[in-house]
């Protein structure tokens, strides 16, 4: 199956994430951070911090954000952008399909 940007793929499962906590998957080659929120949806981000390469799977979640571990500016899960204008990380498509976490990353 494809997204609108790429095709979904699977990385583990659901039962792998633990609420509030950040995992590092690769896919396609690229390091994939994903996030499962305490309502029980997901998130995936670029796991490398755009500032100066922090582990954002490491980091904390904060309402909709991640705050990265190393020098703690927070990045929207949902659109990447970090409001003190260090840059943006690049968010992708996650869902969960009868448990499966699945990724959207563009090439894969
Ligand atoms: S490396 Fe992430 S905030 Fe600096």
């Known amino acids: 199956?494809?997204?609108?940007?790429g095709t979904w793929t699977?990385?583990?499962v659901v039962g792998d994430l633990t609420p509030g906590e950040g995992r590092t998957y690769v896919v396609a080659g690229s390091q994939v951070a994903v996030?499962?929120?305490?309502?029980?949806?997901?998130r995936a981000t670029a796991?490398?911090?755009?500032?100066?390469g922090g582990p954002?799977?490491?980091g904390q979640i904060d309402g909709a954000v991640v705050v990265c571990p190393l020098h703690q500016y927070a990045?929207?899960?949902?659109?990447?952008?970090?409001?003190?204008?260090?840059?943006a990380v690049a968010v992708f498509p996650a869902r969960v399909v009868a448990d499966a976490i699945e990724i959207g990353?563009?090439?894969?």
């Open 10 to 12: 699977k990385v583990g």
């Open 1 to 5: 199956m494809t997204t609108a940007t």
């Open 56 to 58: 954002l799977a490491d």
């Open 47 to 52: 796991a490398v911090c755009p500032h100066r």
């Open 105 to 108: 990353v563009p090439g894969a």
């Open 35 to 42: 996030f499962l929120l305490a309502d029980g949806t997901l």
């Open 75 to 87: 990045f929207s899960l949902d659109t990447g952008i970090c409001a003190d204008n260090v840059g």
